[in-house]
C-alpha cells in the first residue's frame, strides 16, 4: 500500500460535487463477495481495489464488517461489498455477521461467489450457492486459489469439475484466478462488468473505500494481532481507537485492545510487555502507510468478559445487524 486511502469524509459532502458525469456505456453497481471463510475475499478485493482496504490473515473469519472497497476504471465504477465468511454460529457476534453477510445477497446488483479452488467443493460451498440460488441478480462463480492447484493434471480436474458442475447447475459464468498472485483478474473484472447496468458513479472516482480513517486504523491493529499471537486469541478481539490526534508532524493514537479473559491479556501483553510491542510497532508500520506520515501508537489492553455474547458490548465495539 504505498498511498493514503481517500475517505469519504475528506470530500465536499453537500452534494457529492467531486462527482463527474459518466461517459456513455458507463456501467455500475454493487458487487457483493461472498463464500465461506477463509477462502480469500479480502485478498481478492483488495487486489481488484488496488489498495489495502481490508485486512487479511491465515485466520478463518477474519472480516467482521461489510467494507465497501471502489474500483473505478473508464468502464465502470464496481462498489465491492467484502462479507463476512458464511458460517454456522456459535456465539452472538457470529449470528450478527452471517446475518449481515446474508442480507447482503439481497441487497447487490451482483454476486461473486468466491470458493477456494485449491480443494474440491464442499458442503459449505454448496450451502452458500444454494442461498444464492434464490438471489434476484447474477452470479459469478470465481474459482480462486488456482495457484495453489496440484501441478498433475489428472489430480486437478475433479476440482475444476466440482465447481463447473455446480456453475452448470445454476447457469452462473465461471472464471479461475489467484488473488494473491494477481493473475487472471482482467478476466474475472471483464466479467463482472458485464453482469452490471449502464449507470452513474457513486462516489468519486480517485474513492476505494467508503469507510472512515479511523475505522481503518482499528482493523490494521487487530490485523497484527491476527498475524502475531495463537488462536484462541484472533476471535476474541475487539478494537477501540479511542484518541486520534494530529498535527503537521505526528499523528497520536490511542487505542484499547478489548479480550474476554485474563489469560488472553497475558498472552497479548507478553513476557515484559514483548508481544505488545511487537503489534505496536507493526501496526504503526501499516498505519502510516494510511496517513502518509509519522505516527505514535498507545496500545491498552482491557478484559471484557463475553462481550461476543453481549448484544449492547458488540454494539459497543461497532458490531450490529446492518440495515
Known amino acids: ?11 465536499d459532502p453537500v452534494g457529492y460535487s467531486a462527482i463527474p458525469t459518466p461517459p456513455e456505456g458507463f456501467r455500475s453497481g454493487f458487487v457483493g463477495i461472498v463464500g465461506r471463510p477463509n477462502v480469500g475475499k479480502s485478498t481478492l478485493m483488495n487486489a481488484l481495489v488496488g489498495q489495502k482496504v481490508a485486512i487479511t490473515s491465515p485466520t478463518a473469519q477474519t472480516t467482521r464488517n461489510r467494507l465497501r472497497g471502489i474500483l473505478t476504471n ?12 458464511i458460517h454456522k454460529p456459535h ?12 442480507m447482503a445477497i439481497d441487497s447487490v446488483d451482483a454476486t461473486l461467489l468466491v470458493v477456494d479452488g485449491s480443494v474440491e467443493m464442499g458442503r459449505g460451498d454448496q450451502f452458500v450457492a444454494e442461498l444464492l440460488a434464490h438471489s434476484s441478480g447474477p452470479v ?42 494477481e493473475t487472471s483478474l482482467d478476466t474475472l473484472l471483464a466479467t463482472l462488468i458485464d453482469q452490471l447496468e449502464p449507470g452513474p458513479y457513486y462516489y468519486p472516482p480517485d ?17 497484527q494481532i491476527l498475524l502475531n499471537t495463537r488462536e484462541e486469541v484472533p476471535h476474541s478481539v475487539a478494537i477501540a481507537v479511542d484518541r486520534v490526534e494530529e498535527d503537521t ?27 505488545l510491542k511487537v503489534i505496536g510497532s507493526d501496526a504503526r508500520q501499516q498505519i502510516q502507510k494510511l496517513v502518509m506520515g509519522q505516527v505514535y501508537l498507545e496500545l491498552f489492553v482491557k478484559v471484557v468478559p463475553k462481550w461476543r455474547q453481549s448484544r449492547s458490548r458488540l454494539e459497543d465495539f461497532g458490531y450490529r445487524v446492518e440495515e
Open 91 to 102: 456465539h452472538e457476534l457470529g449470528k450478527i455477521l452471517v446475518k449481515n453477510a446474508r
Open 207 to 223: 474513492l476505494v473505500t467508503d469507510q472512515p480513517e479511523r475505522f481503518i486504523m482499528g482493523e490494521l491493529i487487530r490485523e
Open 140 to 181: 459469478i462463480l470465481g474459482m480462486n486459489k488456482v495457484d495453489q492447484q496440484p501441478e498433475d493434471e489428472d489430480a486437478i480436474a475433479p476440482l475444476d469439475a466440482s465447481y463447473q458442475r455446480l456453475a452448470d447447475e445454476h447457469g452462473w459464468p465461471l472464471v479461475k484466478f489467484s488473488a494473491l498472485h
Open 1 to 11: 500500500m504505498s498511498q493514503a486511502i481517500s475517505m469519504v469524509d475528506t470530500f
Open 74 to 85: 473508464d468502464q465502470a465504477q464496481i462498489i465491492f461489498v467484502d462479507t463476512p465468511g
Open 249 to 275: 508532524k505526528i499523528t497520536r493514537i490511542l487505542a484499547t485492545i478489548h479480550v474476554e479473559r485474563d489469560s488472553q491479556k497475558g498472552i497479548l501483553i507478553g513476557k515484559k510487555g514483548s508481544m
